[in-house]
C-alpha cells in the first residue's frame, strides 16, 4: 500500500483494501462532500500545495489522486496536467465516466445554472429576482410554457390548477389505505395510480406532446393535494376543501393544516416552491427524461422522478438535515459539533452541493423567510443554532462545502407545526413544474436515452450444470 493510498484511506476513514482505481467521489457512502473537503485538506498538508477550485473538481477519484500525488510538475504549480477528471476503464475501451459526471447529454432552455458563481436562472431570469417579486403560478407557467404570463395567461393558468385539484374518488381511497405509510410511500403510489385516471389513448398510440402538457398541469396541481390529503388522514381528519380562490400556496397549507394558513406561512410555502421548482438535469430530472424519452408518458415520467427523488442521497437528504438542530444542541456547541464530525468522517448536513462551489443561491431566500417565521413564533433557538453551524463550517466553504438549500427549509417546516418526514415530500410539491417542464423539453426533440456500460467481466465460459460442478 503506497503512502498516497494510505492518506486517502485515513481521511475518508476507509480500510486501505477498499482504495483502488475504480474508487471515486459519491461511489460510497464516507466519499461525500465533507469527506472529500477532508481528503484535499489533507492532500494539502502532505504535499504542501493548495488546491484550487479547478483542481479540486478534477480530484474526484483514486485514480486522480494517485496521478496527482505521481507528478511533481502538477504539485509544484497550480496545473493540473496528469490528473484524469473520471476513472479509467479497461486499457483498450473508453474512459468511464462514473455518474455521467462532466458528460453533457443534451442542450436545455428550461434552467441555467453556474455552480462556480452560485447562478441560478430559470429561462434566463435569475432565481433571486422570481423569488423576490414573482409568484409560484407565474414561475411554473414560465418554466412549462417558456414565458411569465401576462394578466390574462395567469388567470387561465390559474384556472387550470383550480379545476385539476380535485383528486379522483379511487386515489383518495388508495390514500386512505396507505395512511400508515411514509408520505414518500404514498406519493409515489398514488402519482402512478393517476394515471389510470387520464385520458386513455388507443393501445399502441404515444401520448402527444398536447396530452403531455395537459397531464402536466394536472399533475402540478394534484401532487400537492396527494401530500396534503396524506397528512390530512394519518393525522386522522378529514381533507378539507381549500377556497376556490386561494392560490397554490394557501389551498396546499389549507389541506395539509386543516385551516386557513397565517400569511407569514404562505409567503414562506410560495417561496420556498419557487426556488425548489427546478434545478437542471439533477437525478430526478435526468430519470424523468429517460422515462419520457422511451414514450411513457408524462405521469410514468414523473412518478420515476418521485421514486428517484426519495433517495437518500438526493431529495431523501432534506429529511436528515431537520435533525441537525437536535445533535448540536446549542449554539456554543456548534464548531466542537463540527469538529468531531469532521475527525469522524462524517458529514454535517445541509451542507456541500454536487454542482454548486460557493453558497447555494437558494439558500438566502429560505433563510430569509425563517427569520419571518421564528419572530412571528418568538423562538429563534433553531434558526440561531443553524447560522452558529454555518459559521463554523465557513472554513470548508473555500472547497466547495458551503449551505445547500435543504439547511433552513427543514426548521420552516417544524416552524409550521409539520414533522419532518414531510420535508421531502414537500420538496417534490415544489419541483414538479421543473420535472414537468424537462420531461416536455425531451419529448419535444426526442432521442432514446441509452448510455453504455464497459465489461469489466470475465469471457469465454462454458455452461454446466450447478450439480455437475
Same mark, same amino acid.
Given at each position: 500500500?503506497?503512502?498516497?493510498?494510505?492518506?486517502?484511506?485515513?481521511?475518508?476513514?476507509?480500510?486501505?483494501?477498499?482504495?483502488?482505481?475504480?474508487?471515486?467521489?459519491?461511489?460510497?457512502?464516507?466519499?461525500?462532500?465533507?469527506?472529500?473537503?477532508?481528503?484535499?485538506?489533507?492532500?494539502?498538508?502532505?504535499?504542501?500545495?493548495?488546491?484550487?477550485?479547478?483542481?479540486?473538481?478534477?480530484?474526484?477519484?483514486?485514480?486522480?489522486?494517485?496521478?496527482?500525488?505521481?507528478?511533481?510538475?502538477?504539485?509544484?504549480?497550480?496545473?493540473?496536467?496528469?490528473?484524469?477528471?473520471?476513472?479509467?476503464?479497461?486499457?483498450?475501451?473508453?474512459?468511464?465516466?462514473?455518474?455521467?459526471?462532466?458528460?453533457?447529454?443534451? @442542450?436545455?432552455?428550461?434552467?441555467?445554472?453556474?455552480?462556480?458563481?452560485?447562478?441560478?436562472?430559470? %429561462?434566463?431570469?435569475?432565481?433571486?429576482?422570481?423569488?423576490?417579486?414573482?409568484?409560484?403560478?407565474?414561475?411554473?407557467?414560465?418554466?412549462?410554457?417558456?414565458?411569465?404570463?401576462?394578466?390574462?395567461?395567469?388567470?387561465?393558468?390559474?384556472?387550470?390548477?383550480?379545476?385539476?385539484?380535485?383528486?379522483?374518488?379511487?386515489?383518495?381511497?388508495?390514500?386512505?389505505?396507505?395512511?400508515?405509510?411514509?408520505?414518500?410511500?404514498?406519493?409515489?403510489? =398514488?402519482?402512478?395510480?393517476?394515471?389510470?385516471?387520464?385520458?386513455?389513448?388507443?393501445?399502441?398510440?404515444?401520448?402527444?406532446?398536447?396530452?403531455?402538457?395537459?397531464?402536466?398541469?394536472?399533475?402540478?396541481? %394534484?401532487?400537492?393535494?396527494?401530500?396534503?390529503?396524506?397528512?390530512?388522514?394519518?393525522?386522522?381528519?378529514?381533507?378539507?376543501?381549500?377556497? @376556490?380562490?386561494?392560490?397554490?400556496?394557501?389551498?396546499?397549507?389549507?389541506?395539509?393544516?386543516?385551516?386557513?394558513?397565517?400569511?407569514?406561512?404562505?409567503?414562506?410555502?410560495?417561496?420556498?416552491?419557487?426556488?425548489?421548482?427546478?434545478?437542471?438535469?439533477?437525478?430526478?430530472?435526468?430519470?424523468?427524461?429517460?422515462?419520457?424519452? =422511451?414514450?411513457?408518458?408524462?405521469?410514468?415520467?414523473?412518478?420515476?422522478?418521485?421514486?428517484?427523488?426519495?433517495?437518500?442521497?438526493?431529495?431523501?437528504?432534506?429529511?436528515?438535515?431537520?435533525?441537525?438542530?437536535?445533535?448540536?444542541?446549542?449554539?456554543?456547541?456548534?464548531?466542537?459539533?463540527?469538529?468531531?464530525?469532521?475527525?469522524?468522517?462524517?458529514?454535517?448536513?445541509?451542507?456541500?452541493?454536487?454542482?454548486?462551489?460557493?453558497?447555494?443561491?437558494?439558500?438566502?431566500?429560505?433563510?430569509?423567510?425563517?427569520?419571518?417565521?421564528?419572530?412571528?413564533? #418568538?423562538?429563534?433557538?433553531?434558526?440561531?443554532?443553524?447560522?452558529?453551524?454555518?459559521?463554523?463550517?465557513?472554513?470548508?466553504?473555500?472547497? #466547495?462545502?458551503?449551505?445547500?438549500?435543504?439547511?433552513?427549509?427543514?426548521?420552516?417546516?417544524?416552524?409550521?407545526?409539520?414533522?419532518?418526514?414531510?420535508?421531502?415530500?414537500?420538496?417534490?410539491?415544489?419541483?414538479?413544474?421543473?420535472?414537468?417542464? @424537462?420531461?416536455?423539453? @425531451?419529448?419535444?426533440?426526442?432521442?432514446?436515452?441509452?448510455?453504455?456500460?464497459?465489461?469489466? #467481466?470475465?469471457?469465454?465460459?462454458?455452461?454446466?450444470?450447478?450439480?455437475?460442478?
Amino acid at each position: 500500500m503506497s503512502n498516497v493510498d494510505q492518506l486517502i484511506a485515513r481521511a475518508l476513514g476507509i480500510t486501505e483494501d477498499r482504495v483502488t482505481d475504480t474508487l471515486a467521489y459519491q461511489s460510497i457512502r464516507e466519499w461525500d462532500s465533507l469527506g472529500h473537503v477532508s481528503l484535499l485538506v489533507a492532500i494539502e498538508q502532505e504535499y504542501g500545495v493548495e488546491i484550487d477550485d479547478e483542481l479540486t473538481l478534477g480530484l474526484r477519484s483514486v485514480a486522480a489522486v494517485r496521478a496527482f500525488a505521481a507528478a511533481p510538475a502538477t504539485r509544484a504549480g497550480r496545473g493540473d496536467a496528469g490528473v484524469p477528471a473520471t476513472a479509467p476503464g479497461r486499457p483498450d475501451g473508453p474512459a468511464v465516466h462514473r455518474g455521467l459526471e462532466n458528460v453533457v447529454f443534451d @442542450q436545455t432552455a428550461v434552467t441555467h445554472i453556474d455552480g462556480a458563481q452560485g447562478v441560478l436562472e430559470y %429561462r434566463g431570469y435569475s432565481i433571486h429576482d422570481l423569488a423576490e417579486h414573482s409568484s409560484f403560478e407565474e414561475v411554473a407557467h414560465l418554466l412549462v410554457h417558456g414565458e411569465l404570463p401576462d394578466a390574462a395567461a395567469l388567470e387561465s393558468f390559474g384556472k387550470q390548477l383550480r379545476a385539476a385539484r380535485v383528486l379522483p374518488e379511487p386515489v383518495l381511497g388508495l390514500l386512505r389505505s396507505l395512511a400508515h405509510a411514509h408520505p414518500m410511500e404514498a406519493l409515489r403510489t =398514488c402519482v402512478s395510480a393517476l394515471g389510470a385516471f387520464g385520458p386513455q389513448r388507443p393501445p399502441g398510440t404515444d401520448e402527444s406532446y398536447a396530452e403531455a402538457l395537459e397531464t402536466g398541469v394536472s399533475l402540478i396541481a %394534484r401532487i400537492p393535494m396527494i401530500v396534503a390529503a396524506h397528512h390530512a388522514l394519518r393525522t386522522g381528519r378529514e381533507p378539507v376543501q381549500p377556497p @376556490q380562490d386561494a392560490s397554490h400556496a394557501e389551498a396546499f397549507l389549507t389541506v395539509l393544516l386543516g385551516e386557513r394558513p397565517t400569511p407569514a406561512a404562505v409567503r414562506f410555502i410560495d417561496k420556498g416552491f419557487i426556488v425548489h421548482a427546478d434545478h437542471s438535469s439533477n437525478a430526478s430530472a435526468f430519470t424523468a427524461r429517460v422515462a419520457i424519452g =422511451c414514450r411513457a408518458g408524462m405521469t410514468a415520467a414523473i412518478t420515476a422522478a418521485v421514486a428517484a427523488f426519495a433517495g437518500s442521497v438526493h431529495g431523501g437528504a432534506a429529511e436528515r438535515v431537520v435533525g441537525l438542530i437536535e445533535e448540536v444542541g446549542s449554539v456554543e456547541n456548534a464548531p466542537a459539533h463540527v469538529a468531531a464530525l469532521q475527525a469522524r468522517g462524517e458529514p454535517v448536513m445541509g451542507f456541500g452541493h454536487r454542482v454548486y462551489r460557493t453558497e447555494d443561491p437558494r439558500v438566502r431566500h429560505l433563510r430569509s423567510t425563517v427569520v419571518e417565521l421564528s419572530e412571528e413564533r #418568538g423562538d429563534t433557538s433553531g434558526l440561531d443554532i443553524l447560522d452558529a453551524v454555518a459559521t463554523a463550517m465557513r472554513p470548508y466553504g473555500r472547497h #466547495g462545502v458551503a449551505p445547500n438549500v435543504d439547511l433552513y427549509a427543514g426548521l420552516a417546516y417544524r416552524l409550521l407545526g409539520l414533522p419532518d418526514d414531510l420535508a421531502v415530500p414537500l420538496f417534490v410539491v415544489g419541483r414538479t413544474p421543473g420535472w414537468v417542464a @424537462q420531461a416536455l423539453e @425531451q419529448q419535444s426533440n426526442n432521442v432514446l436515452i441509452r448510455p453504455l456500460l464497459t465489461y469489466v #467481466g470475465p469471457h469465454g465460459r462454458t455452461y454446466r450444470k450447478a450439480y455437475d460442478r
